[in-house]
Structure formats: C-alpha cells, structure tokens
C-alpha cells in the first residue's frame, strides 16, 4: 500500500488538492502508528492487529475513491492510510515469522521483505498502466481486492486461535563446530 504514495501528485491534481495534504498527514500517521501506538499494544505482531488494522486499510481505500474534492476527507483517509499501514506491514511481517516452521524463521523475513520490495517495485507499473486505461476508480478498486484479501487473511488467522506468541529464533550455528575443547 506505499504504492499509493506513488501517485498521490496527479491524484491530487485531478482532484484538484494539494498533495502536501496526504504527505504530511500519511507521513505523521506513519510515525505516531510505528513508534506510539505499536509499543502500546502488547501483541502488535499478531493475528488480531494484523485482522483490526487490515480491516482499516479497507476503510482508508474507500475513503480515498469517495474523497472528491474535499481537502479534510482526503487528510482523513491520508491519516486511516498512514496508521493501519503502520500497524500492518510489523504485523504482516511478525505474522509470517510466527507462522513458519522453527528451521526456517531465519529465513522467512528476508523473504518476506524482499517479496515486499518486488510488489513495492512492480505495482507502480500495474497501477501506472489501469490509471491510464481506466482512471483512479479502478486502480483504488483494485488496491481494495489487495486490502479485502488481506483483512480477511488476518481475520481467518485471528479466529483460528493461531499462536501469536512471538517467535524464538534460535542461534545461528550452520557450519560452527559443536565439539567441545580437549
């Protein structure tokens, strides 16, 4: 979802807004998500924030196709924007780690972080291509599937009961002798 800062300038322009609005609103949000409220919640990795905060991606989405011209709807969903995406990404994030097998949670992360980086890379280029062809609609409606799918994967994990202690990484030792000293 950093995907819809990449055209915020002709969005806001076709609407005609200041884009500053969104910048300064979903940057702040951001911020106050990731160093406020997510040492706030004791399981800000688990199913339950991943389902609550997902489900306000969905909300954000809709409130930027029916912004219109309004300069507060669009800082308000700027900001629902900015702190359901704070709060999601850790939680998408702690969720895979949680959810792996104890052999393989080193290298889950990485993983998931760089699936990350290709979708940050790649839908620029998708979404760049259905604005041309079919407007800001579309592309906030597609971003809605994305947001739906997600919200009711964390929804699903939430009423599973899954396990949503934090996961305990064993040391490193692939290659490191365990013999002991003579």
Avoid: H
Avoid at 73 to 91: D, K
């Amino acid at each position: 979802f950093p995907t819809v800062n990449s055209f915020q300038t002709t969005f806001a322009a076709s609407r005609g807004l200041s884009f500053g609005i969104f910048y300064a609103c979903y940057t702040l949000a951001v911020i106050f998500a990731r160093f406020v409220l997510a040492p706030l919640l004791r399981d800000s990795g688990s199913p339950r924030i991943l389902a609550i905060a997902s489900s306000g991606i969905v909300v954000s989405i809709l409130l930027f196709i029916w912004v219109g011209r309004s300069g507060y709807l669009y800082g308000v969903a700027s900001v629902a924007l900015g702190v359901t995406y704070g709060l999601t990404l850790p939680a998408l994030q702690g969720g895979a780690v949680n959810a792996s097998a104890d052999n393989n949670r080193l290298r889950i992360l990485p993983i998931a972080g760089l699936l990350f980086e290709v979708a940050i890379l790649a839908f620029p280029l998708a979404s760049g291509e259905i604005i041309t062809r079919a407007g800001y609609t579309v592309v906030f409606i597609v971003l809605l599937v994305f947001a739906v799918a997600i919200a009711g994967l964390g929804a699903r994990l939430f009423m599973s009961g899954a396990d949503t202690r934090p996961a305990r990484i064993a040391p490193a030792t692939a290659g490191v002798s365990q013999s002991k000293p003579d």
